[in-house]
């Protein structure tokens, strides 16, 4: 079986495709990755939608990312010569718009309309897989722990940390098998914030600005003080929970901005660091992913905090390229939803039981 794995974050920037093949063991083997970034337009209208946003602008953009989302499709149709015909079908996370667990009912919206998709690919989607989380009871996020688990489980205990837009944290008992899982808190988006700011560029790159100022550690303290931080897993986070309105509200702020940089990335570090020291159970190694890997500053910060006896690697020193990871990871659970095979999120979501993730939306 083959699929297109199509992930796009809470970072906001675009859309990561993979072409997968499976092998024997049933684990995605990457043909090619193509990175689809979004326009400044499509952008700034994701960023400014919340709870309030008029359901006419909701519909536009869900048809807008369709678009972008099956343009991504057949640029890695081109740029890996792999036949449309020797596709299975789309495995389609969306973008989230809102994420709700708490909620009375839960809720959670992915845009990226998945019919449209298969109208324009002509290829079968797999979509919706955190609306039958929550049905299920579950938190809807994270979906990865599992494919982390089959992915990078070894005879060890090991945490998998994704930083995204937000961070999530996957705990791996010895044997490989997904013990918890859950969003540790704000990864790149406060940084990035920050990065736009007062750089104009879209983020701080390998965190060198951040690493110019002095983390304030009274502010930093501040920022821990936040109930989600002390909250049990299962949790899982909306990207507008720890956003540039929450950090302005926040009294104490440093006097100059590189200094704040620097205290964003040390509560990222810290947040993942303490997850990994309060639920992780000792493990021996830690394994980053996302677009946080690749800033050097936020690594060198998080290996110094988890400490000398802990290892920290990144999943490229493993095989698997971090920008990767997210896409595959959907590729994967798409074809356990093709082959009808439950997926056992009770551990990490919280959810009632095994379920068969997500709907098909035929080509």
């Not at 839960?106 to 989607?125: H, I, K, M, N």
């Not at 930083?163 to 406060?190: H, K, Q």
């Not at 500053?297 to 490229?316: I, N, V, W």
């Amino acid at each position: 079986m083959r699929m297109i794995g199509l992930m796009s974050g809470t970072s906001l920037d675009g859309v990561d495709a993979v072409m997968a093949d499976f092998d024997a063991g049933g684990l995605p083997r990457s043909r090619g990755h193509i990175h689809q970034p979004y326009d400044d337009a499509l952008t700034t209208g994701l960023r400014d939608t919340d709870a309030t946003t008029p359901l006419a602008r909701l519909l536009q953009l869900d048809a807008r990312l369709a678009a972008v989302y099956a343009a991504a499709v057949e640029t890695l149709l081109g740029a890996t010569g792999q036949a449309r015909d020797s596709v299975s079908a789309i495995a389609l996370h969306g973008q989230t718009l809102w994420h709700a667990p708490r909620a009375d009912p839960p809720v959670t919206c992915q845009a990226g309309d998945p019919s449209r998709v298969a109208e324009a690919t002509g290829l079968p989607v797999v979509a919706d897989f955190r609306q039958r989380d929550l049905a299920a009871g579950g938190v809807g996020a994270p979906l990865a722990p599992v494919f982390h688990a089959a992915l990078f489980g070894t005879a060890h205990r090991r945490c998998v940390v994704n930083v995204g837009g937000v961070a999530n944290l996957s705990v791996l008992a010895g044997g490989g098998r997904a013990e918890r899982g859950f969003d540790t808190g704000p990864g790149n988006t406060l940084m990035d914030a920050g990065a736009r700011r007062h750089l104009g560029t879209a983020f701080d790159r390998d965190g060198a600005w951040a690493a110019s100022g002095q983390t304030d550690t009274r502010f930093l303290a501040r920022l821990l003080t936040d109930p989600y931080f002390q909250r049990p897993p299962p949790k899982s986070l909306d990207v507008a929970t720890f956003d540039e309105h929450w950090l302005d509200t926040q009294p104490g702020q440093p006097a100059r901005p590189v200094d704040r940089q620097a205290t964003l990335l040390a509560l990222t570090a810290e947040t993942i660091a303490d997850a990994v020291e309060r639920w992780g159970g000792n493990p021996r190694d830690v394994v980053i992913t996302g677009g946080g890997a690749a800033n050097t500053a936020l690594c060198r910060a998080l290996a110094e905090r988890l400490g000398d006896h802990r290892a920290l690697l990144t999943s490229d020193a493993l095989g698997v390229p971090a920008g990767q990871v997210e896409a595959l990871g959907f590729a994967w659970l798409g074809r356990a939803t093709l082959r009808g095979e439950p997926v056992d999120l009770t551990a990490i979501t919280g959810a009632r039981r095994p379920i068969v993730l997500g709907g098909i939306y035929p080509a």
